[in-house]
C-alpha cells in the first residue's frame, strides 16, 4: 500500500501483513515489535528519520530510532481507521480518517506528549470520509469521495463562546418538580437530579458539559450526556 525512504537509504513498505524495511537485499518484518505495525499499513511517511505509519485499525504508530509511539482515539483521534499521513515535519502530522481530519503535534519525545486538533463535519467539512490529504502553505487538501475540500489553516478559528445553558427539569426523589429559582427541602429529600441543555447553532455534533455541585463537589465533571444526578446527599 504504500513506501517511503529513510536518509540512511532504508526503504519501508507497509503492506496488508504490517510494515516491513528493505536494505542491502534484506526484509525485516517490524510487526514483531508493535501490535499495531503487524496489520494493513495504509501510509508512510518520513521526516529526519522519523517514521509515521496510518493503519487500518490501530490508529497512528510513530518510529524514531527504536522507540514506537501510538496514538489512537484514546489521545484524541478522530478513528483509528487511518488512510493517509501528511508530515510538516517530524513532530507535526495531518492524519485523514474515516470521520474527519486530525493534526496531531508531539511536544515532547522524552516523555511522550502530544495535542490533537480535529476537523470534521461540525467544523465545515462536507464528508468525514477522508481518503487523502495534503498541505501547501497555510492550505489544506482534503480528498473525500467525490469532493475536495480546502481551507486556510490560519483563519480557522475555534468557537470560544460557550452556549447558554438551562434547566429544562428537576427531580427530587424521583419525582418530576417544577423548576423553581430556589428550593427547602427536608433531609429526607436527598436524592436530586437536574436536566439541562446548551443552545448552539455552530456544532452539528455533541456538545460536552462540565457541572459541579458547590459545596460538595471541589473537581468539575465532564460529560457529553445532559443530566447530573446527585445521590443521598447529606442535610444542609
Known amino acids: 500500500y504504500s513506501l517511503a525512504e529513510d536518509d540512511n537509504g ?13 536494505h542491502k537485499g534484506t526484509f525485516i518484518f517490524q510487526g514483531k515489535n508493535s501490535i499495531a ?22 490508529g497512528v504508530t510513530i518510529k524514531r530510532s527504536n522507540q514506537m509511539y501510538g496514538i489512537t ?3 484524541g483521534l478522530n478513528s483509528n481507521i487511518c488512510q493517509s499521513v501528511f508530515l510538516e515535519s517530524e513532530k507535526t502530522g495531518w492524519i485523514a480518517t474515516n470521520k474527519g ?7 515532547s519525545w522524552k516523555p511522550f506528549k502530544l495535542k490533537v486538533k480535529t476537523y470534521s463535519s461540525n467544523n ?9 490529504i495534503t498541505k501547501h502553505g497555510n492550505v489544506v487538501y482534503i480528498a473525500s469521495n467525490k469532493v475536495i475540500t480546502w481551507f486556510d489553516e490560519q483563519k480557522v478559528k475555534p468557537n470560544r463562546i460557550s452556549p447558554p445553558i438551562y ?24 436524592k436530586i437530579s437536574f436536566d439541562f441543555v446548551g443552545l448552539t ?5 455533541p456538545i460536552e458539559y462540565k457541572y459541579r455541585l458547590c459545596g460538595l463537589d471541589t473537581t468539575w465533571t465532564n460529560s457529553s450526556y445532559a443530566k447530573a444526578n446527585f445521590y443521598n446527599l447529606s442535610h444542609g
Open 10 to 22: 532504508v526503504l519501508w513498505l507497509g503492506s496488508v501483513n504490517g510494515l516491513f524495511s528493505y
Open 37 to 58: 505495525l503487524s496489520g494493513r499499513i495504509n501510509d508512510l511517511q518520513i521526516k529526519n528519520n522519523t517514521l509515521w505509519a496510518a493503519t487500518k485499525n490501530d
Open 73 to 75: 482515539t484514546k489521545n
Open 101 to 107: 481530519v486530525s493534526k496531531i503535534t508531539v511536544t
Open 124 to 132: 465545515g467539512l462536507i464528508s468525514n470520509e477522508v481518503n487523502h
Open 167 to 190: 434547566i429544562t427539569d428537576v427531580e427530587i426523589n424521583n419525582a418530576d418538580t417544577t423548576v423553581y429559582s430556589t428550593y427547602q427541602l427536608p433531609y429526607h429529600k436527598n
Open 201 to 205: 447553532y455552530k456544532s452539528e455534533g
